[in-house]
T-cell receptor, first 115, second 115 residues
Framework: QQQVKQSPQSLIVQKGGISIINCAYE??????FPWYQQFPGKGPALLIA?????SEKKEGRFTISFNKSAKQFSLHIMDSQPGDSATYFC??????????????FGEGTQLTVNP | NAGVTQTPKFRVLKTGQSMTLLCAQD?????MYWYRQDPGMGLRLIHY???????AKGEVPDGYNVSRLKKQNFLLGLESAAPSQTSVYFC??????????????FGQGTRLTVV
């Protein structure tokens, strides 16, 4: 079963616009929620991550909003640029000694930013 | 600093053949992981290791075996390849558990086709 659901599957925005990608999770034991960015032919790379004790985290143009009661979190990309065109994955993990930070991924969102 | 290196980058196998994918990390990370990436399904965990000499099953372990004889290496084996194992395989590693240490670093991937 898919424990982390991601939407939309694909997203097209204009340069300078806001990109929003949403994720929902089922397991309330998850305590680490990263977003990964993947360019074609490359491995995923960590973009930003949040723990459930905060509702928002911002790093530059990228913001995670986290709603613990709704079991949802989202990625907002402000002032989207063509260079942001990539596949974005949300993920969730229980970070613990017996398993490290093994990740459960969402399905991915293909973001295209038009110039 | 190479990070996580996967070998080979591409491979075509015939059904029933065997092969080993090699992952090497130079960051002295305790935890290592093997994922497979399929269209529309995100990345799914195959096996993982919490330290040298240890391995454990992930979400989709059937048809795969792993070994971690040295801390820096994590091998993924396919004993008898099947077309369903056609995928892109990613190795990842992470340092520890606390904030800032849970980040998983990914290799560039191995694209495997089984015909």
């Amino acid at each position: 079963q898919q424990q982390v659901k991601q939407s939309p599957q694909s997203l097209i925005v204009q340069k300078g616009g806001i990109s929003i990608i949403n994720c929902a999770y089922e397991n309330t034991a998850f305590d680490y929620f990263p977003w990964y960015q993947q360019f074609p032919g490359k491995g995923p790379a960590l973009l930003i991550a949040i723990r459930p004790d905060v509702s928002e985290k911002k790093e530059g143009r990228f913001t995670i909003s986290f709603n613990k009661s709704a079991k949802q979190f989202s990625l907002h990309i402000m002032d989207s640029q063509p260079g942001d065109s990539a596949t974005y994955f949300c993920a969730a993990s229980m970070v613990e000694e017996t398993s490290g930070s093994r990740l459960t991924f969402g399905e991915g969102t293909q973001l295209t930013v038009n110039p | 600093n190479a990070g996580v290196t996967q070998t080979p980058k591409f491979r075509v196998l015939k059904t029933g053949q065997s092969m080993t994918l090699l992952c090497a990390q130079d960051m002295n990370h305790e935890y290592m992981y093997w994922y497979r990436q399929d269209p529309g399904m995100g990345l799914r965990l195959i096996h993982y290791s919490v330290g040298e000499g240890t391995t454990a099953k992930g979400e989709v372990p059937d048809g795969y075996n792993v070994s971690r004889l040295k801390k820096q290496n994590f091998l993924l084996g396919l004993e008898s390849a099947a077309p369903s194992q056609t995928s892109v395989y990613f190795c990842a590693s992470s340092y520890g558990l606390g904030d800032g240490n849970a980040e998983a670093f990914f290799g560039q991937g191995t694209r495997l086709t089984v015909v």
